[in-house]
T-cell receptor, first 113, second 115 residues
Framework: SQQGEEDPQALSIQEGENATMNCSYK?????LQWYRQNSGRGLVHLIL?????REKHSGRLRVTLDTSKKSSSLLITASRAADTASYFC?????????????FGSGTQLTVLP | KAGVTQTPRYLIKTRGQQVTLSCSPI?????VSWYQQTPGQGLQFLFE???????NKGNFPGRFSGRQFSNSRSEMNVSTLELGDSALYLC??????????????FGQGTRLTVV
């Protein structure tokens, strides 16, 4: 079953605008990760934020994590047509033994040129 | 370094048949996980293998099974295929780091269509 929901389900913006996606989850986590998927292909890792971190940056990406609200957001600044893809958050409850990612439902981002 | 390789990329099978999918992790990675992606259920965890042992299993029927070989390559098998098994099957590998916190590296997936 899905860990939680992503909001919005679909987002369409103009090139150069910022895109914000939100993710909610249900259980305690070790870390939260964001992945991108281009049209039915494999997932590409974007950024990982640990449960004791509140904000992280990587290039044009900014991720926030609020463990009290069990939510995270991904901001893509100055978007480009090449950013068009589906974006998924995934929580990792890794406890030193098994690895299992629990994914959100995803946001389909379309960046119009 | 080569990425995670999944074969075949596309597969069409008939209901009732069985299928085997293969995954070669990044060299040096010993943990391999499998995920099923469908439009209705999204991305769901199937199972994870580490050093030839299944460490974790998702909520799937026994028709779904897997194994891992001594070279870390993994296979998953689905027997008695149903139409609902049509999906993109993704494999991911992890580096074997102490401390444990790391991202997953995904393959391009195998698109299975059951007719």
């Amino acid at each position: 079953s899905q860990q939680g929901e992503e909001d919005p389900q679909a987002l369409s913006i103009q090139e150069g605008e910022n895109a914000t996606m939100n993710c909610s989850y249900k259980t305690s986590i070790n870390n939260l990760q964001w992945y991108r998927q281009n049209s039915g292909r494999g997932l590409v890792h974007l950024i990982l934020i640990r449960s004791n971190e509140r904000e992280k940056h990587s290039g044009r990406l900014r991720v926030t994590l609020d463990t009290s609200k069990k939510s995270s957001s991904l901001l893509i600044t100055a978007s480009r047509a090449a950013d068009t893809a589906s974006y998924f958050c995934a929580t990792d409850g890794y406890s030193g033994s098994a690895r299992q990612l629990t994914f959100g439902s995803g946001t389909q981002l379309t960046v119009l040129p | 370094k080569a990425g995670v390789t999944q074969t075949p990329r596309y597969l069409i099978k008939t209901r009732g048949q069985q299928v085997t999918l293969s995954c070669s992790p990044i060299s040096g990675h010993r943990s391999v996980s499998w995920y099923q992606q469908t439009p209705g259920q999204g991305l769901q965890f199937l199972f994870e293998y580490f050093s030839e042992t299944q460490r974790n299993k998702g909520n799937f029927p026994g028709r779904f099974s897997g194994r891992q070989f001594s070279n870390s390559r993994s296979e998953m098998n689905v027997s008695t295929l149903e139409l609902g098994d049509s999906a993109l099957y993704l494999c991911a590998s992890y580096p074997d780091l102490t401390g444990g916190i790391t991202e997953a590296f995904f393959g391009q997936g195998t698109r299975l269509t059951v007719v």
